[in-house]
């Protein structure tokens, strides 16, 4: 049962991570977009950010989702 538990948090850190890079890609996203000097070039750069971003946000909850369906089922 202790085996069970240990890898359940190793999933939950890695999920924690996997939202963690998601909020750094937005933040990125969200600077060039608030920054001076925005052109075509950085708004290009803007979309492809918040589109890694919502991908790997996808991933998260999915990953989550694995999770917390591994917890819940007895075995």
Known sequence: M???H???ALALEQNRRLFASTYQLEH?????LEGDGL???R?????KLRRKAA???QEAIE?????QGTRSSPK
């Open 2 to 4: 202790p085996m069970i």
């Open 6 to 8: 240990s890898c359940q």
């Open 28 to 32: 990125a996203a969200i600077v060039l």
């Open 39 to 41: 052109d075509a070039n």
């Open 43 to 47: 708004f290009d750069h803007y979309q």
């Open 55 to 57: 991908v790997r946000y």
């Open 63 to 67: 990953h989550l989702a694995l999770i």
